[in-house]
């Protein structure tokens, strides 16, 4: 199981583009509503989350967690005692954790990214504390996934798809979307 942390104001297109991907190759992707079941992007797109916070479950089902950015929505994701929590467990139980755009830096400031190949939206390099910084559009380094931003949203969730699968199933999908 995949949960997509949602907070008001986050980007849609970086939240959205990768759940498609993944719900494409099958994986069980559930979108989790951090500020409320009703979640507002900062495009001002409101979004139904499948459940909220208070009805996530950390334990072996879980594959992966993903961050999109966005602002104030990455910040209100990093407030969040639950999404900490989240991102705590799949550290400590080798679990992916996927963050696109601003996001990575909540990744940072916990010190989860020295040593490790990231990327980011430009302008949050910093925050990426000891990260070895590529630019690439996406990137795994270890059970850490990051995303450059909204333009890297299907390069992103094909990255996860890869994670979650394998490169074949990354391959069809992106086939099948017509991107190759």
Not at 30 to 58: F, N, P, Q
Not at 75 to 104: G, H, R
């Amino acid at each position: 199981m995949v949960y997509v942390f949602l907070a008001e104001g986050f980007e849609e297109t970086e939240a959205i583009a990768p759940i498609d991907i993944m719900r494409r190759a099958g994986a069980e992707v559930v979108t989790v509503g951090v500020t409320g079941k009703t979640v507002t992007s900062s495009h001002k797109v409101t979004v139904t989350a499948d459940i909220t916070k208070d009805e996530i479950r950390l334990d072996s089902e879980l594959e992966l967690i993903m961050l999109p950015g966005g602002m104030p929505g990455t910040n209100n994701l990093e407030a969040d005692e639950t999404v900490q929590k989240a991102i705590d467990y799949c550290v400590e139980n080798n679990i992916y954790v996927a963050a696109i755009c601003a996001a990575p830096k909540i990744l940072g400031h916990k010190g989860l990214l020295k040593g490790r190949r990231a990327t980011c939206f430009p302008g949050f390099e910093q925050e990426l504390e000891g990260a070895e910084l590529t630019g690439e559009l996406a990137v795994t380094d270890g059970r850490f996934i990051t995303g450059k931003g909204a333009g890297a949203a299907l390069a992103f969730g094909f990255e996860l798809v890869k994670a979650l699968f394998d490169e074949d199933k990354a391959n069809k999908v992106s086939s099948n979307m017509q991107c190759r």
